[in-house]
């Protein structure tokens, strides 16, 4: 009889052990291995939207740069210095499951403005070394060593600006708790917390967002070694000195404009916001390219 209760204990064992390497592999797989899009894709899209096209793109002049993360991965970017003489330099991230290819018409924004452009490859995303993206966890860190390579390349009085979307722009806000060069911050429809969109997201897809979350967080902890609460935009602002700008859709439903108002109401000293009516996630620009460019001039001009 103790056999079989000793056996009936095994089995149960075994079957939890395989349903948690599968959901283990599941999440790693979807949230966190995101590669997949091209740059012929994303190029492919931005022409057929007539956002910005291959030809343009070619003709930039740019260099490749490469730096190496604090856990080794070597990271890339392209630099583009249409004004050799000036001091500006503002870098763009780009967002989750994306490529640089998608802000190009905001690099090419700052550009008309007089600024240099810094565009990134953020880590296991497209040119980017790494297997698992981390919500802006660790690329506050790249984008830290990002920040220095710029001051040093441009030297004494460098102004330098950041440029985040989505992912990208939790990232350049969760910078801004470390931040000891960055001048000013935009931020294109972040999140303001990384638990609380998890279990939006969760609770969408009919899932208990308590038990999603404490298991995502266990996988997350095990695998990646931090938390959903280790990332928490709406805390990195709070106390920030550093100007920001946010940009949000109003009916952006995979993350909310009260994101990034709420981001804005505990915000102190110089700020903007605009929320941009029927614009979804990310389309801000798309639909309203020449407000989207006169609100970014004057919020860099009240600087």
Same mark, same amino acid.
């Given at each position: 009889?103790?056999?079989?209760?000793?056996?009936?204990?095994? +089995?149960?064992?075994?079957?939890? +052990?395989?349903? &948690?390497?599968?959901? #283990?592999?599941?999440?790693?797989?979807?949230?966190?291995?995101?590669?997949?899009? %091209?740059?012929?894709?994303?190029?492919?899209?931005?022409?057929?939207?007539? =956002?910005?096209?291959?030809?343009?793109?070619?003709?930039?002049?740019?260099?490749?740069?490469?730096?190496?993360?604090? #856990?080794?991965?070597? =990271?890339? *970017?392209?630099?583009?210095?249409? &004004?050799?003489?000036?001091? /500006?330099?503002?870098?763009?991230?780009?967002?989750?499951?994306?490529?640089?290819?998608?802000? !190009?018409?905001?690099?090419?924004?700052?550009?008309?403005?007089?600024?240099?452009? !810094?565009?990134?490859?953020?880590?296991?995303?497209?040119?980017?070394?790494?297997?698992?993206?981390?919500?802006?966890?660790?690329?506050?860190?790249?984008?830290?060593?990002?920040?220095?390579? $710029? $001051?040093?390349?441009?030297?004494?009085?460098?102004?330098?600006?950041?440029?985040?979307?989505?992912? +990208?722009? $939790? %990232?350049? =806000?969760?910078?801004?708790?470390?931040?000891?060069?960055?001048?000013?911050?935009?931020?294109?429809?972040?999140?303001?917390?990384? %638990?609380?969109?998890?279990?939006?997201?969760?609770?969408?897809?009919?899932?208990?967002?308590? @038990? *999603?979350?404490?298991?995502?967080?266990?996988?997350?902890?095990?695998?990646?070694?931090?938390?959903?609460?280790?990332?928490?935009?709406?805390?990195?602002?709070?106390?920030?000195?550093?100007?920001?700008?946010?940009?949000?859709?109003?009916?952006?439903?995979? @993350?909310?404009?009260?994101?990034?108002?709420?981001? &804005?109401?505990?915000?102190? +000293? /110089? /700020?903007?916001?605009?929320?941009?009516?029927?614009?979804?996630? $990310?389309?801000?620009?798309?639909?309203?390219?020449?407000?989207?460019?006169?609100?970014?001039?004057?919020? =860099?001009?009240?600087?």
């Amino acid at each position: 009889m103790q056999a079989v209760h000793f056996g009936l204990v095994l +089995g149960v064992l075994a079957l939890i +052990g395989v349903a &948690y390497g599968i959901g #283990d592999s599941y999440v790693m797989r979807r949230l966190f291995d995101v590669r997949g899009t %091209t740059e012929g894709d994303a190029f492919d899209y931005m022409e057929k939207n007539e =956002l910005y096209t291959r030809a343009q793109f070619d003709a930039l002049h740019k260099e490749e740069i490469t730096i190496t993360s604090a #856990d080794g991965l070597r =990271l890339h *970017a392209f630099y583009i210095e249409p &004004y050799p003489e000036s001091k /500006k330099v503002v870098i763009v991230m780009h967002g989750y499951a994306a490529l640089f290819t998608h802000n !190009l018409p905001q690099a090419e924004m700052f550009i008309e403005q007089g600024c240099n452009v !810094l565009l990134v490859s953020q880590r296991a995303q497209g040119r980017s070394e790494g297997r698992y993206v981390t919500f802006g966890y660790r690329e506050k860190d790249d984008l830290d060593q990002w920040v220095e390579w $710029a $001051a040093h390349r441009k030297g004494n009085g460098v102004t330098i600006g950041l440029f985040g979307q989505s992912m +990208g722009g $939790a %990232t350049v =806000l969760e910078y801004a708790s470390m931040n000891r060069r960055a001048q000013f911050i935009i931020a294109d429809c972040p999140y303001s917390d990384m %638990t609380d969109l998890m279990r939006r997201q969760f609770a969408k897809r009919h899932l208990p967002p308590g @038990i *999603a979350v404490s298991f995502v967080n266990f996988v997350m902890q095990r695998r990646l070694g931090f938390r959903m609460s280790d990332v928490s935009p709406i805390r990195s602002v709070r106390g920030a000195a550093v100007p920001i700008l946010w940009i949000h859709g109003g009916e952006d439903h995979l @993350i909310p404009a009260s994101m990034s108002q709420a981001m &804005y109401d505990v915000k102190q +000293g /110089k /700020k903007r916001i605009w929320i941009v009516p029927g614009a979804k996630h $990310a389309d801000m620009y798309a639909l309203q390219p020449e407000e989207y460019r006169e609100v970014v001039r004057e919020f =860099l001009a009240g600087i």
